[in-house]
């Protein structure tokens, strides 16, 4: 473990301190980007031989073709002004790139409040975690004082109405839901109504990942959208499309699919902890540059945080002393 990361211990500060360990131990158990990297350097001359090593195991990772390139292209150029002299040097330059890469993308959610309700609709398919991001950001919103109102928009099991009903109770929100099987769009419709009529703050909309086909599934969300539109013509405020970090280059596809689709403005990328794909957060932000709002490292509620760039390039990019240090703590 991390003796220098208790620095800051007011109790927000702690809390964060907190979150960025965990993100770090959890990304380096799974991670094979941060594993392979103390195997790979272990003893070796930083040359271009090594760098085409490194090259692979990235692509491994899922960074993805065109990250994979941005970033090698950077180190060999400091390779041939000769700036990589060891391995701490290659470490920490990798590091920049990666975050160079990322810091992009990280723009937190900002709920305006010269909107009210904000409203929020979550994508994703089937299992990405879209209810229990739902769950974790009404708990985050409401400690931050706002009321929140939750719509069952995902009204193909009784059971995910059932699961976001549990979610409103345990964070003190406002719940609107019709029965299994009723039209999604007229359940957010009338949620919106509701959430007017009680002053809330905030309106998160859940909808279902599944249905006959992919295009079925656009098209309902598609719908949802023109409905709510006709309640607020400037909802949602923001789509939230949640993506699991385990899919890898299948999770970059569904995220192209989903924009070009419904329009996505932010990202939620769950399921980091003890994936080996970590990677993929890299080949997202290069290819899409879309806010990454949230990352999920577990399925507690607290498990959830602000993405910030250096500390996930730092996670993701640990050298071999810090994996020594998470081996042994
Ligand atoms: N390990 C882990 N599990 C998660 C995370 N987010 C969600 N899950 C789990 O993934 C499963 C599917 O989540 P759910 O929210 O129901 O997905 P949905 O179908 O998109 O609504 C559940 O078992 C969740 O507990 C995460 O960040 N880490
Ligand atoms: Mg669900």
Not at 161 to 188: C, F, K, M, N
Request: with cysteine; aromatic share 4%.
């Amino acid at each position: 473990m991390f003796g220098r990361d208790t620095k800051d211990e007011s109790p927000k500060g702690g809390q964060r301190q907190g979150f960025l360990r965990r993100l770090t131990q959890r990304l380096g158990r799974g991670g094979r980007l941060t594993f392979d990297l103390s195997t790979l350097l272990r003893g070796r001359k930083i040359d271009a031989e090594l760098l085409e090593d490194l090259e692979a195991r990235l692509l491994g990772a899922d960074v993805g073709v065109e990250a994979t390139q941005s970033i090698l292209a950077g180190l060999n150029r400091r390779l041939a002004r000769k700036e990589l002299a060891d391995v701490d040097a290659l470490i920490a330059a990798l590091r920049t790139a990666v975050e160079e890469i990322l810091a992009p993308c990280a723009r937190p959610l900002v709920v305006d409040s010269s909107r009210r309700p904000f409203t929020i609709l979550v994508v994703g398919v089937n299992g990405s975690g879209k209810t229990t991001t739902i769950g974790k950001l009404s708990r985050r919103l409401h400690e931050q004082g706002h009321s929140v109102l939750l719509a069952a928009g995902d009204t193909f099991r009784a059971a995910a109405i059932e699961q976001l009903a549990v979610w409103a109770d345990r964070t003190a929100a406002s719940y609107v839901a019709q029965h299994a099987g009723a039209d999604p769009a007229a359940v957010v419709f009338d949620a919106l109504q509701s959430a007017r009529a009680r002053g809330v703050d905030v309106m998160i909309a859940d909808t279902a990942g599944r249905l006959h086909s992919q295009a079925h599934l656009m098209e309902e969300l598609k719908k949802i959208k023109r409905v709510l539109q006709r309640g607020d013509p400037s909802a949602p405020d923001e789509v939230l499309l949640v993506l699991d970090a385990n899919q890898g280059q299948n999770a970059l596809a569904q995220a192209v699919q989903f924009h070009e689709a419904i329009g996505v403005t932010g990202l939620v990328i769950t399921k980091l902890d003890g994936t080996a794909k970590g990677g993929i957060v890299i080949a997202i932000a290069r290819r899409l540059g879309l806010p990454i709002r949230f990352i999920g490292i577990g399925e507690q509620p607290e498990e959830f945080g602000d993405f910030d760039a250096h500390a996930f390039a730092a996670a993701l990019v640990a050298g071999p002393a810090e994996t020594l240090a998470q081996d042994g703590g």
